[in-house]
Each structure stands twice: as C-alpha cells, then as structure tokens.
C-alpha cells in the first residue's frame, strides 16, 4: 500500500577520498577511493533552499505492507534531530508501528515519490550513479537506534525485492544484513548491507531499502503495565549507497 505524504527524499552526493578501516574479516585494510550515492541525510529546513539532488527527492519512506496494518504505522522523515539530542542538528526519520496482536508484521520502505500504486513509476539506476564499481565493494549503509528506555525494537533491513505493476525491483529477491534480524539499542549502530555479488541488479531500484519489524521479535508489542497498544520506534539517518576499493595496509 502507498500512503502519501507531502515530504520528498533523496540526494546523490559522491566523494572520492582515503581513509582506514576495518573489513569483515578483521583485516586492517586501507579504502583507497569511496563513491556514495545517498538516500537520505538531511530533509531543509523551513524557509531554507533544498539543496538535495534528483535521486534523494525521488525517493519516500511511504510505501506500507500489509494494507491492514497501514493505519498502525507512522513516518517522519522531518523529525528534529534535537529531539533525541539536544546538540544535534539536521533530521531523522522517525518509524512507529503499534502493536495490537501477536502474529503481526510490517514493512515500511522507500519508493518512488508520486506513484498511486507500487511499481507505476520505476526505480532509478543505482549502479549508473556509483559509477565503475569494477573492483569496489558495494554496500547499503545506515545509522538506526531507538528511542531511550527499557524495550529494545528488533527489526530487519532489506534491499530491493517488491514486484509492482509494471515496475518492479532489479534485485529480485532482497539483501539482508547477516545476522538478519537486528537489535537496535539507545545508541546509533552503524547497519550495512553489502551488495557487492548484486552490483549488476542495482539497476532499477523501486524500493532501495525497507525495514521490517514482526510483533513476535519485539517483547513489547505485548501489552505491558495497562497499554492496550504498545508500540515500537526507532529512527534511521544517513542512508546510503556505498562502493569502496580496498587494498590491505603494509
């Protein structure tokens, strides 16, 4: 189901510089050049031009699955960062989801702004704009967490996946992380979802990323201390498309 809002998201930024990191594999090796096409960092401000290119205003956190559950779900992809942090600046985007049974699931996901159903407008060529990823590894990153207090949320994060009509996602079936399902904390925790064996099939993303949530991973979609309809909630920031060129350091 495609609820609609008056938000538009999107940017494409791309920067090649050199840093260190860390791989998977706990070798210390060295990112001689990164490429980044982001989906989300900051929505303007009021009266503040809007500086974000095509491929962020193409996007929204608009698309909600089941049908049923569309009213149980809430977005702002304009949420004051200072509501969490009283020194931080820019937007979040804020999910809540409201529980009213077990056995329950939601996906929220980013699609093309405009569309009156899934899948009529398609997606955009991701592997176009990261440009020669020859050699590169390929990610979908994000920062997430939850609100403070004593319930954790666990959810899950995909790339791609949704058939539409007639559109539907290159990446056919989704990208997860590994471990799939994810236990966001009070803290920002750096997601990443690598893409590096799918870097042929990022070429028409209808839905380059979603966030799933069951009730039966989230202990607190059970009502607890008299709340009938207990909720989750978390928030993202800083969601991008990621292509990096290692070589280990000497």
Not at 19 to 45: K, M
Not at 213 to 237: F, I, M, V, W
Request: aromatic share 8%; glycine share 6%.
């Amino acid at each position: 189901m495609l609820t609609r809002r008056s938000f538009n998201i999107s940017l494409v930024a791309l920067a090649i510089f050199a840093v260190e990191s860390f791989g998977q594999d706990s070798t210390r090796r060295r990112v001689i050049e990164e490429r980044v096409v982001s989906l989300y960092s900051d929505l303007p401000a009021a009266g503040q031009a809007d500086e974000r290119s095509e491929f962020e205003r193409y996007y929204e956190p608009y698309f909600y699955s089941p049908a049923a559950k569309a009213s149980h779900i809430a977005v702002d992809p304009g949420l004051r960062a200072s509501e969490l942090d009283a020194t931080a600046t820019g937007t979040l985007v804020e999910i809540a989801v409201r529980w009213t049974g077990p056995n329950e699931f939601v996906m929220i996901g980013f699609v093309p702004a405009g569309a009156t159903r899934l899948g009529a407008i398609p997606g955009m060529n991701v592997a176009e704009l990261l440009g020669d990823a020859r050699g590169h590894r390929i990610f979908l990153k994000l920062k997430a967490r939850r609100p403070a207090g004593p319930h954790e949320v666990r959810c899950k994060f995909r790339v791609g996946g949704l058939a539409g009509n007639p559109h539907r996602d290159s990446l056919k079936f989704p990208a997860t992380t590994r471990p799939e399902l994810i236990t966001l904390g009070e803290s920002w925790q750096e997601i990443s979802i690598e893409l590096t064996d799918n870097a042929a099939r990022l070429n028409q993303m209808l839905c380059p990323l979603s966030v799933v949530l069951e009730s039966n991973d989230n202990p607190n979609a059970r009502p607890q201390d008299g709340a009938r309809e207990p909720t989750s909630k978390l928030y993202l920031d800083d969601i991008r498309f990621v292509a990096v060129r290692e070589e280990p350091a000497r």
